[in-house]
């Protein structure tokens, strides 16, 4: 594709690169293509962020990923990007109530160890040194010296205005609901608010992606699931905000709160022209029990709030990232379930998959959507990813 | 291991899922009655007569703490020590209603200080619920319960205004200022108020309140006129209680608690002359708008819809209080508020009547009450007093209290006071571009700015958002959504909910996450193609 900055016709309905999905992944996407100067428009269907991107813990830590170096090396820079407050803080504790859970959250230490990066492992002491709200009830944890966590929201609208602040168009409520292809090449989207045209598609709408990827005949092996999470009225800040471990993720939000979430999951049946309900459950109860041993100074906090959200998954639960096969200008991407924390690289490497053709930066083969041409057609009853009767 | 609702017999489980993991709940009996007004009161008696087990939950006596973070009612610190004696508040509030005494005798299974913080029913996205579960709490304990039936019963509460100073101690809801005189033995602070609002539900505090020995010195109110019905008008006059028209309150004055207020005049455009009068009290009594308590109804999932006839976001009821949610109804204040029915307690008891008949399957004849009608134009009232008193404000000051979100961080869509972040916020992201873009959505701008996410869970700045939404959308209040409502809808601490319990399958397969093996190999070990059939799956995993 040819890089036209500021040559985009007012007359003209579209943009040079639509972006279908006003997450955290589309609206990266979309920024770093606005910043060249590329006309770049996203489509969502309803409000920016309200599925799984706005519904999150904040995680910035994911040493498994090809991912992961680019994470660690743009989460610092973001703020002064985007020219808005992520609320990024850096670094992670996570701390273990069992010999079984210290030796399984070793994991992260010797993934990171192998790219560079250092763990301090904490006794019940330091551990509790580090972190007021703790008690001497772990056996103890580990402090990632990479990582941290930032806020959902503030990123989504960091990513936005930023994104318009360049140029790039965003407009919500907008529906898909077909997608135009002439002699291999995809020519725009239908939306209930018209046709928009563009000269390359990026569809990254976590879990409608299989829907919208499927009218270009692209089968995208996805199941959505239900998750939820809490959160506490403020309390003091401590040092350091992300501490996690006792089977839950999140953290204390430099506001004071705690918002956490673990747990079940309900798989659930999404529809192409609707957003799927999303109610909390008594899960509550369970978050509290884990959270209340985790921070047993903060058992007397109050939950002011639970919620749940609607995330992706492939049968992996790892990423696509690829361009659709058989036409020339489709980039698909889901993060599967893990997308807040990688979305200033992920969106980066959509960026270079649309402009470049491939990712500069890292070897992202493992994202190919070709991975599972030998899946198993009936791979979600055999993992039991179906909703209950 | 797993019940009637997983998946068929022989098929594969997801064991880190919701399947065969429902909540524990700790009692199951025919009918719930949250609220013991008297709606609840009344459906309580009905349905025990008829043989059905019936439990009434109600919060009040409320905590005396809880109170003080005007959850949930707008008590403004107005309470007196005496709130502080729960055993006596639990004497005063049964005293305080008749009704009592008859459904101790019909035999219902009467809970006062106990809120019900939440209510969950099966459906498309809860399938592991084994029907309708309701989370009830009181000071010391937390519990999960499976009613057959509910009826939500919960009141009312009230509009929230903002205005310099209006965090003082003595700004406080009509509805809160009202239990407190009639339900908790006049415990309230206040001896001489000044009410804004000149609605009925306005005029009715002042004369209950009066008769109470607590003072009217003034009716505020930025319209034309007094908006509630005439007799009640001349009523409030020949109590010598004075109407100030086309007038505002411009600022609470005091500086531990409220010692008076200062009234401007209003033009024609609803502008603040510079004309100002003072007025002495010791309370400032919100009668601006009386809202359906609905919190624990939308949280749930019940269809809701905004009906100026019945105070704003109602549920959708039928004629007999059904909900949208199977099973589930709601009578009373919660169901609607509307001028005749604050006058006479017979409408709301029919209303539960009619509910009860419904549970029973008794057969009843439609009835044929008069659908309610507004007295006045909801939403261009609710605007033109945030208009008068919060555009027009001669001050900055939170209209989130708990978030310290101001009118003006609102409009700007400034990141919020916490983050200490100094950047210009550009006009191209201001509120205005954002409604020229798209509808008004009060979520949307408590993700952005943080108003009405904290403790008091909004009560107290919902309906003035909205209603700023609606003026600077220069659209109805009806075209602006209700924000959402989350379980718990009452706070709960940490330590309560972890007593709730879990079935031991939960705990067994616990993870953060999705708990799968390939979502977490180093990419460096993840071979090319992948298929279940060769996915590695031995071993623990931890989800990071």
Redesign the interface.
């Known amino acids: 594709m040819t890089r036209r900055p500021g040559t985009r016709d007012p007359k003209r309905t579209g943009a040079e690169v639509v972006i279908v999905g006003g997450g955290v992944t589309g609206l990266s996407a979309g920024f770093w293509l606005a910043r060249e100067g590329v006309d770049v428009l996203v489509l969502e269907a309803g409000?920016?962020?309200d599925e799984a991107s706005?519904r999150n813990g904040g995680g910035c830590?994911?040493?498994?990923?090809?991912l992961f170096a680019e994470e660690q090396r743009l989460w610092p820079l973001m703020d002064d990007l985007l020219?808005?407050?992520t609320?990024f803080r850096s670094e992670r504790i996570r701390l273990a109530f069992s010999e079984?859970?210290m030796a399984?959250?070793a994991?992260?230490k010797i993934?990171a160890e192998?790219q560079g990066f250092s763990t301090e492992i904490l006794d019940t002491k330091e551990a509790r040194k580090l972190v007021p709200l703790a008690d001497e009830n772990t056996v103890g944890g580990y402090f990632y010296h990479f990582g941290g966590h930032a806020n959902p929201?503030?990123t989504?609208?960091g990513y936005a205005?930023a994104m318009?602040?360049h140029g790039g168009q965003?407009?919500?409520?907008t529906r898909v609901t077909g997608i135009r292809i002439q002699g291999g090449q995809v020519t725009g989207v239908e939306t209930d608010a018209g046709f928009f045209g563009c000269d390359h598609l990026v569809i990254a709408a976590g879990p409608q992606t299989a829907h919208l990827a499927a009218m270009i005949g692209c089968d995208v092996p996805l199941a959505a699931?239900?998750?939820e999470m809490i959160v506490?009225?403020a309390l003091p800040l401590m040092p350091y905000g992300g501490v996690?471990g006792n089977?839950?993720?999140g953290r204390q939000t430099?506001?004071?709160n705690l918002a956490y979430?673990?747990?079940?999951?309900?798989?659930?049946?999404t529809v192409p022209d609707r957003a799927?309900?999303?109610?909390?459950?008594?899960?509550?109860?369970?978050i509290?029990?884990?959270?209340?041993t985790l921070l047993p100074k903060?058992?007397?906090?109050?939950?002011?709030?639970?919620?749940?959200g609607i995330m992706e998954?492939t049968?992996?639960?790892?990423p696509v990232i690829d361009h659709a096969p058989g036409v020339d200008n489709v980039v698909v991407a889901t993060l599967?379930?893990?997308g807040f924390g990688l979305s200033p690289a992920s969106g980066r490497a959509i960026r270079d998959l649309v402009i470049e053709r491939r990712c500069t930066f890292a070897?992202i083969s493992?994202f190919r959507l070709n991975?599972?041409?030998?899946?198993?057609p009936d791979?979600r009853?055999?993992?039991?990813?179906?909703?209950?009767? | 291991m797993l019940g009637e609702d997983g998946p068929a017999p022989g098929s594969p489980v997801d064991l880190k899922s919701v399947a065969g993991k429902p909540p524990v709940t700790s009692e199951s009996f025919d009918l719930l009655v949250i609220g013991a007004g008297k709606a609840g009161l009344r459906a309580a008696i009905e349905a025990a007569e008829a043989g059905l087990k019936t439990v009434l939950v109600d919060e009040n006596p409320i905590p005396y703490a809880t109170m003080g973070e005007d959850v949930p009612r707008h008590f403004g610190q107005a309470m007196t020590g005496a709130a502080r004696n729960r055993n006596a508040m639990m004497e005063a509030f049964v005293a305080s209603e008749p009704l009592f005494e008859a459904a101790f005798e019909a035999g219902v299974d009467i809970r006062l200080g106990t809120a019900c913080w939440g209510l969950y029913a099966k459906g498309a996205a809860l399938r592991h619920l084994p029907g309708l579960v309701a989370g009830l709490s009181d000071e010391t304990s937390a519990s999960l319960v499976a009613p057959r039936h509910v009826i939500v019963a919960t009141g009312r509460r009230d509009m929230g205004l903002g205005f310099p100073g209006w965090q003082l101690p003595g700004v406080m809801g009509a509805s809160a200022a009202r239990l407190l005189a009639e339900h908790y033995d006049g415990a309230l602070t206040s001896g001489r108020i000044v009410i804004l609002g000149s609605d009925t539900e306005a005029l009715l505090t002042a004369l209950a309140l009066a008769k109470r020995g607590v003072k009217t010195a003034a009716v505020i109110d930025q319209a034309e006129r007094p908006v509630a019905s005439p007799d009640l008008i001349v009523g409030a006059e020949q109590a010598g209680i004075p109407i100030l028209c086309r007038s505002v309150i411009r600022e609470a004055i005091g500086s531990e608690r409220v010692e008076g207020v200062l009234v401007g005049e209003l033009d024609a455009d609803g502008v603040p002359t510079g004309a100002e009068l003072q007025i002495d009290c010791d309370g400032i009594v919100l009668a601006i708008g009386s809202v359906p308590m609905i919190d624990l109804l939308q949280a749930a999932g019940a269809a809701c819809r905004f009906d100026p006839a019945r105070g704003g976001h109602v549920p959708l009821v039928d004629f007999r209080g059904r909900t949208s949610l199977p099973s589930v109804y709601a009578i009373g204040d919660c169901a609607g508020i509307w001028p005749e029915k604050s006058r006479d307690a017979t409408i709301a008891e029919q209303e539960a009547c009619d509910a009860v008949d419904a549970i029973l399957g008794r057969a009843s004849e439609r009835n044929d009450r008069p659908e309610p009608h507004a007295e006045y134009d909801l939403s261009a009232y609710r605007k033109a007093w945030l208009r008068a008193s919060v555009i027009h404000a001669r001050a900055e000051f939170p209209l989130c209290q708990c978030e310290d979100v101001s009118a003006r961080d609102l409009l700007q869509l400034r990141p919020p006071r916490y983050l200490e972040w100094e950047g210009q916020m550009p006009e191209a992201h201001s509120l205005a571009a954002l409604l020229a873009a798209g509808p008004p959505d009060p979520d949307q701008l408590k993700r952005m700015t943080r108003a009405g996410m904290g403790p008091c869970q909004g009560r107290r700045c919902r309906e003035q958002i909205a209603a700023l939404l609606a003026l600077e959308a220069d659209a109805d209040l009806a075209t602006v959504p209700l924000a959402s409502y989350r379980a718990p809808v009452r706070p709960l601490p940490l330590a309560l909910a972890a007593s709730l319990g879990e079935v031991p399958l939960q705990g067994e397969h616990w993870d953060s996450w999705f708990g799968m093996h390939a979502q977490w190999r180093p990419f460096w070990e993840v071979k090319g193609q992948f298929t279940l059939a060769t996915n590695d799956t031995s071993g623990e995993v931890a989800s990071e």
């Not at chain 1, 830590?61 to 090809?66: A, D, I, V």
């Not at chain 1, 049968?315 to 790892?318: A, I, L, N, Q, V």
């Open positions: 409000m920016v962020g706005g830590s994911h040493h498994h990923s090809p020219g808005y407050p609320e079984a859970q399984l959250y994991r992260a993934n192998h929201h503030r989504l609208a205005f318009e602040d965003l407009r919500q409520n699931a239900r998750a506490t009225e996690d089977g839950l993720y430099l506001r004071g979430g673990g747990g079940p999951h309900e798989w659930v049946e799927p309900g999303k109610p909390s459950s008594p899960l509550m109860g369970g509290a029990n884990r959270l209340a903060a058992a007397h906090a109050r939950i002011i709030r639970s919620w749940a998954n049968p992996d639960g790892r599967s379930s893990v070897d493992t991975r599972f041409a030998d899946l198993e791979w009853e055999r993992l039991g990813w179906l909703p209950l009767r």
